[in-house]
């Protein structure tokens, strides 16, 4: 069986501060984009967040363009 030291969690993506394909922890975040407080719960939106595990490197792009 072959072995890598590679962790099994991540994803490879292309990162625009490293240049290269690195590997990226990615998650979903729930924003509020109202500054406002009233009615603000209306104002949530999904947001993929992916971060290079090599530079540290963020992007962050909102799922929902309604």
């Not at 969690?9 to 290269?20: Q, R, S, V």
């Not at 990226?24 to 500054?35: A, C, D, K």
Request: net charge negative; with cysteine.
């Amino acid at each position: 069986m072959a072995t890598t030291d590679d962790p099994i969690d991540g994803i490879t993506e292309y990162c625009e501060e490293c240049g290269t394909e690195t590997r990226h922890e990615v998650s979903i975040q729930i924003r509020t984009e109202s500054v406002k407080e009233q009615n603000s719960e209306f104002s949530r939106e999904p947001y993929r967040v992916s971060e290079c595990q090599r530079c540290g490197g963020r992007t962050n792009q909102r799922m929902n363009n309604a």
